[in-house]
């Protein structure tokens, strides 16, 4: 009886030992689940940010390379930002960020990809897309921030914002020539006035 009592302990205590390391294992994959997700989204917006762009651009570069696939790269830079921080505080510019972000996503199709990729910059990878389907779009977006009253302690700011689009597709030399495009046009959009939608076309050839 009494080895029978002591193998029931050690039984009991093996399957204690089991279940904490089952539980330990369970935690430690969440954690790991959860730093990876963090480490490739904004914290602040909850979008992929940089890391996760930079790393969809490539596959986007590549696809269209291999597989003749296109779509169109389309950066997105808030005008008049730095009024409503420097007026309403950084709470402000947070909150308007995050509600950006949603018109944003509220705009693009299902598998187009939005980022933030700067402070007050944005980025969308828009898939199987056209340049005049990624044009229409954009000016939707456009007119759809341009359009928002932002309240904010009783005070309503208006921003807009600038566009600058470039296509992706099998002429595409490498990575750096739709982001060099797309910069150039957004820059331009920004030089002609704001609250524009500047589509370059032939930097992307090379």
């Excluded at 093996?14 to 969440?30: C, H, K, L, N, S």
């Excluded at 959860?34 to 986007?60: I, K, Q, V, Y």
């Excluded at 932002?150 to 002429?171: H, L, P």
Aim: aromatic share 6%; hydrophobic share 45%; proline share 1%.
């Amino acid at each position: 009886p009494e080895l029978r009592s002591l193998q029931e302990g050690f039984n009991t205590l093996a399957g204690g030992i089991d279940e904490v390391r089952r539980t330990m294992q369970a935690r430690m994959e969440e954690a790991t689940d959860r730093f990876a997700h963090e480490a490739l989204h904004d914290h602040l917006t909850g979008l992929p940010n940089r890391r996760a762009f930079d790393r969809a651009l490539d596959d986007a570069v590549s696809n269209a390379r291999r597989l003749s696939d296109q779509g169109v790269l389309c950066f997105i830079d808030l005008d008049y930002f730095k009024t409503v921080n420097d007026l309403g505080g950084h709470a402000a510019g947070d909150a308007l960020l995050c509600e950006v972000s949603e018109l944003i996503l509220q705009g693009v199709r299902a598998q187009d990809l939005v980022c933030r990729v700067g402070g007050d910059e944005f980025a969308v990878i828009l898939r199987a897309c056209s340049a005049d389907d990624a044009r229409r779009l954009a000016e939707g977006l456009c007119e759809a921030i341009a359009a928002l009253c932002f309240n904010w302690e009783n005070q309503c700011f208006k921003v807009s914002a600038s566009f600058g689009m470039a296509v992706i597709n099998d002429t595409v030399p490498d990575t750096a020539a739709v982001l060099k495009a797309a910069d150039a046009a957004c820059y331009a959009a920004k030089h002609e006035g704001r609250n524009k939608v500047v589509l370059c076309h032939e930097a992307c050839s090379g």
